[in-house]
């Protein structure tokens, strides 16, 4: 397997993931062009992919999707809530407007299962996928630590997780009060000390490869957030580096994993 995060942020998110002869990409939240460009630096390209699957339609997931559909003709899955406020669906070939159901088999041994995260989006989702007796999940653009959350990452090989903020640059930096609010708010992302609590609920198996993910650049630094869930996991008795691999996403350069 190998999972490449073209990009992570708030100014777009996309992720390729290959399991076995299956390639998917997790949304599509920068430019079309960039994607293109992206999985030609890993190795692949646009026409290789089998489906584009949508966690949630906000424009930093969504971004490059309408110009990709309309060009290589990818399936493209979403929930059916989310399906109603992606404004370019209407202009999509019928066979590339799939329905997400809660439990999928992608053949070639691959099977998906999506779960609720708490975000202000249309039925916002993360997504958990099986290959070969090994999990693979992400989990991001969520306000609140859940049960479902909890029982998704635990176990998992590698697992992309939203680490959005820290709690001081947030109150003290640029944003407006309503944004920050929104921000802090159960609809809306984990900080560095949230996602470090989550992963020290969580059971790590043989080992967890964990990229800390959607790190808002007037908020966060990768370096503070790595050092932040580093920090309260080894607080909580984990052995970073050996329990816990945590890896560093960014919004211009691709992070990888191949195992």
């Known amino acids: 397997m190998q999972i490449h995060i073209l ?17 998917f990409l997790l949304d599509a939240g920068i430019s079309n062009r960039r994607i293109e460009r992206g999985l030609a630096k890993v190795g692949a390209s646009v026409g290789d992919l089998d489906a584009v699957l949508v966690t949630h339609e906000h424009t930093d997931h969504i971004k490059g999707l309408d110009v990709l559909v309309r060009k290589h003709g990818i399936p493209v899955y979403a929930r059916p809530a989310a399906w109603q406020q992606i404004p370019a669906r209407d202009r999509w070939p019928a066979e590339c407007r799939c329905r997400m159901d809660a439990h999928m088999d992608f053949g070639g041994g691959v099977y998906m299962e999506c779960f609720p995260v708490s975000h202000d989006a249309a039925d916002p989702v993360g997504f958990c996928f099986y290959y070969q007796h090994e999990k693979y999940v992400l989990a991001t653009d969520t306000g609140m ?32 009060p309503f944004l920050k609010h929104r921000i802090l708010s159960e609809r809306g992302h984990l900080s560095n000390l949230e996602t470090g609590r989550l992963l020290s609920l969580v059971s790590y198996g043989r080992g967890m490869q964990v990229f800390l993910a959607h790190l808002s650049q007037k908020n966060n630094e990768p370096d503070l957030a790595e050092a932040t869930v580093s920090r309260m996991l080894e607080e909580n008795g984990c052995r970073v580096g050996q329990e816990v691999t945590l890896h560093r996403t960014y919004p211009d350069r691709i992070s990888s994993y191949a195992g």
Do not use: C, Q, W
């Open 7 to 23: 990009a992570s942020g708030s100014t777009g998110n996309a992720v390729f993931i290959e399991l076995g002869k299956k390639r």
């Open 145 to 176: 630590i859940t049960s479902a959350m909890v029982k998704a990452i635990s176990g998992a090989r590698v697992a992309v997780i939203e680490s959005n903020h820290d709690l001081e640059m947030l109150r003290t930096g640029p944003y407006p």
